[in-house]
T-cell receptor
């Protein structure tokens, strides 16, 4: 089955800790994205990568870091510098077609204790 | 700042009725427009996309695009209780980034 997987589904973090969220895709998509969703709000772009070994900041990159060492993988690290990290984190990849449609993984819900 | 605006709702319709969801956008240069459905606690799933003015139909769903007026809408015919969800409108930006609206909550009452 082709798709996007994210792990873990739920993650609890103590204040001051860094945590890494996993995102893997086997769709052979070049581009991958990380979004954050807060209750009652739309998705906000954190980072995106259009090709291996390259990535760009989105609208709310402060306190986050990413890497793109493999085409299939785009992990997101939430650092202790992120002041309000409790949110639903969504990873997506896009097919590069005429409309470059994005498809989403199941998400990781991060809670800071 | 490019913006995508949606009425937050909730929009309540009876089962079998037509649900009409609207979205306006600020960037006249936008080329592609997407509708996603999101159930509570789940990730968004693509319903359909549109990039030409006019209507595009897919089963019970019809997307309508009017670039001159900068709005895109989604019609759901024969609404079912299973259609109850949040519907997200997304508009492409330069570099294949998407800008999302906050979503409209739809409730279909049986």
């Amino acid at each position: 089955d082709g798709g996007i997987t994210q792990s873990p589904k739920y993650l609890f973090r103590k204040e001051g800790q860094n945590v890494t969220l996993s995102c893997e895709q086997n769709l052979n998509h070049d581009a991958m994205y990380w979004y954050r969703q807060d209750p009652g709000q739309g998705l906000r772009l954190i980072y995106y990568s259009q090709i291996v070994n390259d990535f760009q900041k989105g609208d709310i990159a402060e306190g986050y870091s990413v890497s793109r060492e493999k085409k299939e993988s785009f992990p997101l690290t939430v650092t202790s510098a992120q002041k309000n990290p409790t949110a639903f984190y969504l990873c997506a990849s896009s097919d590069g077609g005429p409309t470059d449609t994005q498809y989403f993984g199941p998400g990781t819900r991060l809670t800071v204790l | 700042q490019k913006e995508v605006e949606q009425n937050s709702g909730p929009l309540s319709v009876p089962e079998g009725a037509i649900a009409s969801l609207n979205c306006t956008y600020s960037d006249r240069g936008s080329q592609s427009f997407f509708w996603y459905r999101q159930y509570s606690g789940k990730s968004p799933e693509l319903i359909m996309f549109i990039y030409s003015n006019g209507d595009k139909e897919d089963g019970r769903f019809t997307a309508q695009l009017n670039k001159a007026s900068q709005y895109v809408s989604l019609l759901i015919r024969d609404s079912q209780p299973s259609d109850s969800a949040t519907y997200l409108c997304a508009v492409n930006e330069y570099g294949n980034k998407l800008v999302f609206g906050a979503g409209t909550i739809l409730r279909v009452k049986s």
